[in-house]
């Protein structure tokens, strides 16, 4: 089983993306960590790589789609996996919809979480990191215990730059302008928009029941529980 995971920042992905892979036992794979595993070596692309983020602009779909193609080819990817924030483009979903059908996965699920820009704003900007350990807070939904340092070590909590207002408005525009094409490139019966203004379990369970009654059952009653070992194309 392949899923895609897509969701704005401050979404609840991240939480969604560890229930899943620990329920279906797949692994999770994230272009963003990888393209940061990159950028902390001391290589020249690493340091183009570093410029074009620092600039705010993507990184080639070549190079992504090189990158990915390595990782999904490791043995641990052979059952199936779960992507968290590829594709960010519809180069990046073509190209990734070719490599399905050639190592012979089936068409993915698409698991799109949605939540209002104006509650993804509050939620952002209600965040706090300790200065010390990284730990995060939300001064909505998850306070310290006491008001302006961490729990864990006392240190100062801070609010990190791109969980300032302005800048969270920039980040929901600039997911938009770059997921809408994508979310319409996957619409159809594998496509699922589930609401993602509820509590975590919540959506969990709902995602629980979507895979397992759709998509487990159907896979099993096919046979196809074990797709062919990941190749370069």
């Known amino acids: 089983m392949v899923i895609l995971l897509f969701g704005p920042p401050g979404c609840g992905k991240g939480t969604q993306s ?10 999770a794979i ?17 340091h183009t790589i570093r410029e074009l983020l620092a600039q705010g602009s993507l990184v080639p779909d070549d190079f992504v789609n090189e990158m990915l193609i390595h990782r999904l080819a490791q043995d641990d990817c052979r059952r199936g996996f779960l992507l968290d924030g590829h594709p960010r483009t519809v180069s990046q979903a073509e190209f990734l919809q070719n490599y399905l059908r050639h ?14 820009a104006a509650v993804l704003i509050a939620r952002l900007s209600a965040r706090r990191q300790c200065s010390l350990c990284s730990s995060i807070y939300n001064m909505q939904s998850k306070p310290p215990q006491l008001p302006g340092v961490c729990d864990f070590d006392g240190a100062r909590l801070t609010t990190r730059t791109d969980d300032r207002v302005d800048v969270v408005r920039d980040r929901m525009t600039a997911y938009e302008r770059l997921t809408n094409p994508v979310i319409s490139f996957y619409a159809g019966q594998r496509y699922h928009r589930l609401d993602g203004d509820r509590a975590p379990f919540e959506i969990s369970s709902e995602i629980t029941n979507l895979l397992r009654e759709r998509y487990i059952k159907a896979s099993s009653a096919s046979g196809n529980t074990s797709p062919a070992r990941a190749n370069h194309m």
């Open 18 to 27: 560890r229930f899943i892979t620990e329920e279906m036992k797949l692994p």
């Open 103 to 116: 190592v012979g996965h089936a068409e993915p699920v698409v698991i799109h979480l949605d939540v209002e």
């Open 30 to 46: 994230s272009t963003g960590a990888m393209l940061r595993d990159t950028c902390a070596g001391g290589s020249s692309l690493a």
